[in-house]
């Protein structure tokens, strides 16, 4: 497409032919001609004052030009395209001159000790598992490895110190929580550090401590019934890792001795559902990998129907597929990836098909699934395109969450594997590497972001294009082919809900959104927005 060609997206969905207008962010049902067409004609919208082409300019072979029949066609859309512009502001050429964070560098001091909101803790590095998939099983390139380290009390306490000093205008001026959580190995190999962290919570900052969730992610294979009873006591939102029925758990999440882990974590489940019961309803979650061989049917029938996880939130998530050594040890073929896809076809049309009966599962594994980018296209605010854009997908390094390790340094999140160095307990926030983060991010999609039709619904983040302990371009080029193809499918998938019910998706199909840091952070700067209001 030309740069004086609109700045769209074609897709059909249930047989109808419909365009994504970045400009508006809107999405227009067209006919069969316009569509086909659309893309073929060079217009601009006529300025006042200006004289309109005799007729449009349609691209083609020069040894093959337009038919009679196609240019009167192609004078029909361009009727229709002035019509569409003038009534909406749709389908113009304009495109973005640059990608650009909303704050400045020289407003990082004054932003981050005011809207920190969440800090993870990694209270150790060690595993009473040994599951083949870890990201710390040395599988993984550019990844540490189990170890025997362990967060001090110290270091823990001045982390709980940290985040309470460095979140008042959260505090202040906002009603929304902030968050500890614990991370590791497995947490619960150092229940006593996490006892002593709420406790410091509880007598030293009293009257802000109901302002604090506390998180944690485990395995549940080590909990005593004095542990899960501190748990519920707490209300630590627990999210326990499940990859499905007993033989798909056990295939790869394994003891040190090669066993299967699933009957601990069962039976722990089964202590919290008959000891502390509305914790267990209200506080438990679950998380799960998909792994080959693919068996995604029988992982989301046990989630909706086993009378331990059913109606609790879960989060189902493909393997880490980047720079590991995993998927060749396990023999993974073209044929396990064709199963994949041909699985999870048939459970996007069970999705789709329950949203559009009203018998969907809110929270379950198909929403996990595709309910996530669905939720973008459904929140997106519907307004024009200006000349700078915000890297959507991307946080403030380390206000939406620092990552802190067991010797207190920071990092951009949990999801970074201790890359990308933002700081430590000792020295506060470095604000000279954080903005040569955000930089370097930037000049990564100077190009690839401004022309690109994903622009306005992109999740793309420093985690997502990270390889190694940098940024790249060509893992960016990677990530984006596949968020488009996710935005793509999932524009489909509106437009059938839209088309099936009658509806206003909104109302078959809800999605709550926090605003996040960046968001924060402007308000706290008295800086506009220039682009959507961002969850991030």
Partial sequence: MSMSSPFIHRFTSVGRYFIYDVNTNAIFEVDRQFYDLIDEVDWSPVLPGSVAPAQPVLRGSPSAPPTEERVLAAQEVL???????????????????????????????????????????????????????????????????????????????????????????????????????????????????????????????????????LSMTSNLTCATPAVLRFLADNEIELTVSLDGPDAIHNRYRKTHSGGGSVSQVRHNLEWLRDNAPEYYSAHVAFNAVLTPPFDLPHVVEFFETDELVRGHRVALALVNTYDTMFLESVGLSDWDWKTYEAQMAELRRRFIAGICSRAHIPNGPLESLFGGQLATIVDRDVYPLTDTIYPGGTCLPGCQRTFVSTDGRFYTCEKVNEHLLIGDLSADYSYIPIGELIAKFEELGKDLCTNCWACRLCGNCFATVLNGNDLDRDRMIQSCSSKKKAINQALEDYAEIATVTNADVRSVFSHTRQPGAVVYACRYLNTPLVTRDMSL
Avoid at 87 to 112: M, N
Avoid at 136 to 147: K, M
Avoid at 166 to 174: P, R
């Fill in 79 to 213: 009727a229709a395209l002035e019509t569409y512009n003038n009534l909406y502001g749709a389908f113009s050429a304009h495109r973005p001159r640059q990608i650009k964070f909303p704050i400045e560098p020289s407003q990082l001091p004054r932003v981050y000790p005011e809207v920190v909101r969440h800090l993870i803790l990694c209270v150790t590095e060690s595993c009473n598992l040994r599951c083949t998939y870890c990201t710390y099983s040395g599988t993984y390139q550019h990844n540490r490895v189990h170890s025997n380290k362990m967060m001090s009390e110290e270091t823990a306490l001045r982390g709980v110190d940290f985040l309470m000093a460095h979140s008042g205008y959260l505090l202040d001026h906002t009603e929304d929580p902030l968050y500890l959580g614990f991370y590791g190995g497995e947490p619960l190999l150092n229940h006593a550090l996490i006892a002593s962290c709420i406790r410091h919570l509880d007598t030293t900052y009293p009257a802000r401590r109901a302002r604090v969730l």
